[in-house]
């Protein structure tokens, strides 16, 4: 898996009318640095606004999603959004010269296919996922709409659609590797019933739409006069009212194609969570309005459980092993804390310390209520940070490393007998002058045990003994 956020290569624009305005419309997704998200601005209004794509900036999911920061909104914006989230991309800006995105033709492909015509360019920066360890979901009690999320390996989703239709009744589609979303998902179309038809240009919506744009479900039959009114309106020669079907001047893509392109619904709405997810999405019988409310209580999630624990797995093989570990550090009984390093990246590193009921220290504290001293758990976090520094090292094993200073520890829970310390420290300011800052967190299970900021210095061996 590749962990570095990514963003566009340069900049691209696309045209075309509105779904619901009908306006002539252009948007253009331009690069932008690292942890800037998603973001839509309004070219066209006074100090061109900016809207962060956020869940929380939805005010309307009526026919598509609608992102709104006070007088500015922008409409339509799942399509582009799902093509962005698939592709990797983390940081975006988007310009747009009017309410709504273009319809283009009612799908993704042509936002993918610019984004690979321009191409991804990676970042310095981790990308942030935030891992599913237990199941989450969200029902509509009233409709029975609900999308849950389960544990997986890959970000991977399942979806079933129904409805009182004798033309698009049970529907399914399923997409297990984003790598796929071009080749089975981009190209399906957005879909409308003949009976909706009304009631939305009624409400001054799908002023754009045309058989080019939408898949129409003709499965309920009405009187000709009635029929022909509507195709006078959508501006398209009249039809049997006898025969029923689909409506559109390019055949399905799939004969599942609406189910698919709830689908990419869903992966455009949930890409204003604004992180990307590893779990698998199950839905049955998604829309906007859902979708939406899932994507805002993810949201909260998040924010609750900012710093998760890491996946340790005792059954994978370690990067550094306790071999490993004793050639680079000088610590030895009792004072060397680190079993094996699980994980390493270019800013982060993933260490384990086993408090087994043999450790020496639990013998004074306390002989009965034996627990950790906080000091060596922080000792033993930065252990693993030495690691990680003097693995950036040509030579390593000529260098010492040492602590200058320790800010904002906090202890969260007591580690005791039995219990094993999953350390995870990521570099806060990069290596300069042998000089380094960096943030450490020990949890044991699901929960932070403790957490410090802490400054370290390396000294090459040689000019120790000086």
Request: aromatic share 8%.
């Amino acid at each position: 898996m590749n962990n570095k956020q990514k963003t566009l290569n340069g900049s691209f624009s696309l045209f075309g009318k509105g779904l619901h305005t009908g306006l002539s419309l252009t948007v253009t997704f331009n690069p932008a640095p690292e942890n800037y998200g998603y973001k839509i601005q309004r070219i066209d209004l006074p100090g061109e606004p900016i809207i962060d794509a956020i869940a929380e900036n939805v005010t309307e999911t009526t026919r598509g999603t609608v992102l709104s920061v006070g007088e500015a909104r922008v409409s339509t914006v799942e399509h582009a959004m799902a093509a962005l989230f698939a592709s990797g991309i983390d940081n975006c800006l988007m310009q747009v010269n009017g309410p709504e995105f273009p319809i283009l033709d009612g799908s993704a492909i042509h936002y993918i296919e610019n984004i690979e015509r321009i191409g991804v360019k990676e970042q310095n920066a981790e990308k942030d996922t935030f891992i599913i360890k237990s199941k989450i979901e969200v029902k509509d009690e009233k409709t029975g709409n609900s999308i849950i999320i389960l544990p997986d390996e890959k970000f991977s989703l399942n979806v079933l659609v129904h409805y009182d239709s004798g033309v698009l009744y049970n529907q399914y589609a399923t997409l297990e590797d984003m790598e796929d979303f071009k080749a089975e998902i981009a190209s399906s179309r957005t879909f409308v019933f003949v009976r909706e038809l009304e009631p939305l240009l009624a409400a001054g919506l799908i002023k754009g739409g045309d058989l080019d744009n939408a898949i129409v479900i003709y499965e309920r039959e009405m009187p000709q006069d009635r029929y022909n009114r509507l195709a006078d309106i959508m501006g398209v020669p009249h039809m049997d009212a006898k025969k029923l079907g689909y409506l559109n001047h390019k055949p399905l893509v799939w004969n599942n194609e609406p189910a698919r392109h709830k689908l990419l619904d869903i992966i455009g709405d949930l890409a204003l969570i604004g992180k990307p997810l590893q779990g698998r999405i199950i839905a049955t019988c998604p829309g906007h309005t859902i979708n939406n409310k899932f994507a805002r209580a993810m949201r909260k999630i998040i924010r609750q459980n900012q710093i998760q624990a890491p996946i340790y797995n005792p059954d994978s093989k370690a990067v550094m092993d306790v071999n490993k570990v004793r050639k680079l550090l000088p610590h030895r009984f009792p004072f060397m804390l680190v079993d094996k390093i699980t994980e390493m990246g270019s800013n982060y590193i993933v260490g384990i310390k086993n408090a087994t009921a043999n450790e020496p220290f639990f013998q004074g504290h306390f002989p009965d209520e034996p627990i950790m001293p906080g000091v060596l758990q922080i000792e033993a976090m930065s252990q693993v940070g030495g690691l990680m520094i003097l693995n950036m090292l040509e030579d390593p094993e000529s260098y010492s490393t040492y602590f200058v200073k320790i800010d904002k520890v906090v202890f969260h829970k007591k580690v005791v007998p039995g219990d094993t310390l999953v350390f995870r420290v990521e570099l806060v300011q990069p290596l300069r002058h042998g000089m380094v800052v960096m943030k450490g967190y020990g949890f044991v299970g699901e929960r932070m045990a403790v957490e410090a900021t802490f400054t370290g210095q390396i000294i090459k061996k040689e000019e120790e003994n000086k």
